[in-house]
């Protein structure tokens, strides 16, 4: 699926693929938002970029976390 981002849209949020403006999820605020990726990313290996409400990158998830190449304990 490659990498899709989580982003502010008018008065709501959305999930995208990168290159893409069509939204895969949508939710009337981030943290529902947030909520929803785990069900949605289900048997999908893809990369989350979650951004703040200025656009700012903020963080990264990997779905599965099995597949997330970085070694930590989070």
């Known amino acids: 699926m490659g990498a ?3 982003v502010a849209e008018g008065s709501g949020w959305k999930l995208h693929l990168q290159g ?3 939204a895969l999820l949508h939710a009337s605020t981030k943290a529902q938002l947030l909520e929803q ?3 949605y990313m289900e048997g999908r290996t893809v990369s989350v970029k979650i951004h703040t409400a200025n656009g ?3 963080d990264e ?4 976390r ?3 190449p970085r070694i930590s304990k989070g």
Request: charged content about 25%; overall charge negative.
């Open 20 to 22: 893409d403006s069509r």
């Open 56 to 58: 700012q990158f903020e």
């Open 66 to 68: 099995s597949a997330d």
């Open 4 to 6: 899709v981002l989580v």
């Open 37 to 39: 990726l785990p069900g």
């Open 61 to 64: 998830r990997t779905y599965p």
